[in-house]
């Protein structure tokens, strides 16, 4: 039959039939193994066949690697601000503790030389002996005294009629203000003081310096007749 022969509706199923016959199927279509040079994929849309460009397929996963380097460097800020921070805290306390030890530095040497002016500058002792055997022991039993020792050039302490050279007794002056460290002499350039009189360390032996006359006012001394040019006189003035 000829196309002339033909009715519509056949000329339409004949057109029909020669489309379906010389077009090719997706599943028809070439399967490849790469990417590389393919521009677009086939697919269908309401109902419809259309071209489907290959960056709107990677777009979801371009965006999501966008988001995680943005989250990426996020955290890496956060981290580095952090590090920072820690870098900063761990410097204050590093100050503060340097801070602190020269304080604790600055009060000892304060207290050690308050100690060595309070110890440096007089002694006191109870009493005067000519005599004695002083011996090298060290005594840690309360109830003596601090004696100077004449001949032998030296303090000790007096307990139980015993003289030790070395004590170490609550309550009474320590042996490092009056000897030195192997007690073995009397500290020089040091006053000790025993009842009212003034004595003097310069030589290895103790020496009178003066006497200390008892405090009086500027118009008792001026009034007193007898001054005595090794007497050290206390005077207070009267409001």
């Known amino acids: 039959m000829s196309m002339a022969e ?3 509706e056949e000329l ?3 057109v029909l039939d020669r489309v379906l016959q010389s077009s090719t199927g997706v599943e028809d279509l070439e399967t490849v193994t790469s990417l590389s040079g393919v521009k677009s994929l086939p697919g269908e849309k309401d109902g419809k066949m259309v071209n489907v460009p290959l960056e709107l397929i990677g777009k979801p996963a371009s965006d999501a690697a966008a988001r995680a380097l ?9 981290v580095a601000g952090l590090e920072e921070k820690t870098q900063a ?10 801070a602190a030890a020269k304080a604790e530095n600055a009060a000892a040497k304060v207290e050690q030389t308050t100690a060595a002016a309070i110890g440096g500058a007089t002694a006191r002792f109870s009493s005067w002996m000519e005599t004695g055997n002083v011996l090298p022991d ?10 100077y020792v004449a001949d ?8 139980d009629s015993t003289l030790y050279g070395d004590w170490d007794v609550a309550g009474v002056p320590p042996a490092g203000i009056f000897m030195n460290a192997d007690r073995t002499a009397i500290l020089p350039d040091k006053l000790y003081l025993l009842g009212d009189a003034v004595y003097t360390g310069t030589g290895g032996s103790l ?11 500027g118009e008792a001394y001026e009034a007193l007749q ?5 007497t050290l006189y206390l005077i207070y003035e009267e409001d």
């Open 138 to 147: 060290k005594s840690t039993k309360p109830g003596g005294s601090v004696v």
């Open 6 to 8: 033909m009715t519509q």
């Open 70 to 78: 943005a989250a990426a460097k996020k955290a890496e800020g956060a």
């Open 89 to 98: 805290a761990t410097e204050a306390a590093t100050k503060a503790n340097e």
């Open 12 to 14: 339409v199923q004949e």
């Open 207 to 217: 020496r009178l310096l003066a006497y200390r006359h008892e405090v009086m006012s």
């Open 226 to 230: 007898d001054k005595d040019a090794n």
């Open 152 to 159: 032998a050039g030296k303090f000790a302490y007096h307990m």
